[in-house]
């Protein structure tokens, strides 16, 4: 397996406009996390998925931003309208359900908002 | 609420030094623990691992112990090199009252500098 898959790697985007992020998990995994991670905040858990079933979106700053897992291999986190304040660095992880389980990061998307 | 704290860094170090971040958690239940590291300009790798009290992960040189009684978690290395120079994150997994699991939450990281 190719690993955990994010695209874009970096996004130039003007405030207003939609954006979204793209996640391919790992086959197999049973869950699907999204996290932002800024200077100031850290790594900040934002939503996650079990079996395509989002389980706790408590995390998500503003109404803003959503998040679709519409398959086992595929997830979207979509900003709209974007601020300047969301510029970030967006990883998505994948992982089994086990108590000894690894999460596989991606290679994170570098977001700048201006 | 469930939370890991971490210390504060950046960390600097010389090579061959002794090291220790520490980590504390709060968490509802019994979670398992983990340690991940970032190297720059890449995801979160796992480091080492531990899912009930006074078990010891370990791997690569670091090690740490998952203590129940005072709920930390400290990561130690006996001698740090250049290459170690990274983000480390302390991670806990809690489970639910079925065992399953579920929510994955980070610290906020620890910069270690390692110079030569």
């Given at each position: 397996d190719a690993g955990v898959i994010q695209s874009p790697r970096h996004e130039v985007t003007e405030m207003g406009q939609e954006v979204t992020l793209r996640c391919k998990p790992i086959s197999g995994h049973d869950y699907l996390f999204w996290y932002r991670q800024t200077m100031m905040r850290g790594l900040e858990l934002l939503i996650y998925f079990n079996n395509n079933v989002p389980i706790d979106d408590s995390g998500m700053p503003e109404d803003r931003f959503s998040a679709k897992m519409p398959n086992a291999s595929f997830s979207t986190l979509k900003i709209q309208p974007s601020e300047p304040r969301d510029s970030a660095v967006y990883?998505?992880?994948?992982?089994?359900?086990?108590?000894?389980?690894?999460?596989?990061?991606g290679q994170g998307t570098r977001l700048t908002v201006v | 609420g469930n939370s890991v704290t971490q210390m504060e860094g950046p960390v600097t170090l010389s090579e061959e030094a002794f090291l220790t971040i520490n980590c504390t958690y709060t968490a509802t239940g019994y979670p398992s623990l983990f340690w991940y590291v970032q190297y720059p300009g890449e995801g979160l790798q796992?480091?080492?691992?531990?899912?009930?009290?006074?078990?010891?992960?370990?791997?690569?040189?670091?090690?740490?112990?998952?203590?129940?009684?005072?709920t930390s978690f400290h990561l130690e290395k006996g001698s740090v090199q250049v290459s170690?120079?990274?983000?480390?994150f302390c991670a806990l997994l809690l489970r639910d009252g079925s065992g399953n699991t579920g929510k994955l939450i980070f610290g906020q990281g620890t910069t270690l500098q390692v110079k030569p």
């Open positions: 990883f998505c992880a994948s992982s089994f359900a086990r108590v000894d389980a690894e999460a596989f990061f | 796992l480091l080492l691992k531990a899912t009930k009290a006074d078990d010891k992960g370990s791997n690569k040189g670091f090690e740490a112990t998952y203590r129940k009684e005072t170690d120079s990274a983000v480390y």
